[in-house]
T-cell receptor
Framework: KQEVTQIPAALSVPEGENLVLNCSFT??????LQWFRQDPGKGLTSLLL?????REQTSGRLNASLDKSSGRSTLYIAASQPGDSATYLC???????????FGQGTRLTINP | NAGVTQTPKFQVLKTGQSMTLQCAQD?????MSWYRQDPGMGLRLIHY???????DQGEVPNGYNVSRSTTEDFPLRLLSAAPSQTSVYFC??????????????????FGSGTQLSVL
């Protein structure tokens, strides 16, 4: 079964720290992977999309990497700020599928 | 450019009632989809559409109907609401149909959600 897992479910760090969020997937035959941010009571916002042929994507203080062979992606957040507090979800489109499979998300809290 | 617009934001139904959740996008996206989000279950795909006149079932389609008569609109109908359908519903769209060519346009845009309670 094609599954996406995010551990830990929750993470709390002090402001200013660099941090890494993890996403693992069970099948290395993927087409792409997206990282999303969800604020409480809101919809999801796509942060970064990595194609299977790419190793990483960057947007501002965010950097997402992809290692298909090990079934892992990481989202690196540099110099974290309280405004980064949200739930971060990753979603994978496996080859041959027309839908995304979502992880359960990591709830991130940045403490001032 | 409003993006993906969902209405209503909140709704309370009694068991057996029917209703339609509205979703509209103004980005000329081919692909539209409906998800439900439940604690401990994550996001699950209900139905999706790869273009006007074309719909297909996702993981949890039972109890829901959809239609896509225009590119812009993708309403979700609950025919006879049940307490198990209490959830937060999200509509999402992307320019490119997943699996098609030009896959760099698969970035998914979400609406702000509808919180539905069925009593």
């Amino acid at each position: 079964k094609q599954e996406v897992t995010q551990i830990p479910a929750a993470l709390s760090v002090p402001e200013g720290e660099n941090l890494v969020l993890n996403c693992s997937f069970t099948d290395s035959a993927i087409y792409n992977l997206q990282w999303f941010r969800q604020d409480p009571g809101k919809g999801l916002t796509s942060l970064l999309l990595i194609q299977s042929s790419q190793r990483e994507q960057t947007s501002g203080r965010l950097n997402a990497s992809l290692d298909k062979s090990s079934g892992r992606s990481t989202l690196y957040i540099a110099a974290s700020q309280p405004g980064d507090s949200a739930t971060y979800l990753c979603a994978v489109r496996f080859e041959g599928a027309q839908k995304l499979v979502f992880g359960q998300g990591t709830r991130l809290t940045i403490n001032p | 450019n409003a993006g993906v617009t969902q209405t209503p934001k909140f709704q309370v139904l009694k068991t057996g009632q029917s209703m339609t959740l509205q979703c509209a996008q103004d980005m000329n996206h081919e692909y539209m989809s409906w998800y439900r989000q439940d604690p401990g279950m994550g996001l699950r795909l209900i139905h999706y559409s790869v273009g006007a006149g074309i719909t297909d079932q996702g993981e949890v389609p039972n109890g829901y109907n959809v239609s896509r008569s225009t590119t812009e609109d993708f309403p979700l109908r609950l025919l006879s609401a049940a307490p198990s359908q209490t959830s937060v519903y999200f509509c999402a769209s992307s320019f490119q149909v997943p699996g098609g060519s030009g896959a760099t346009n698969e970035k998914l845009f979400f609406g702000s959600g509808t919180q539905l309670s069925v009593l």
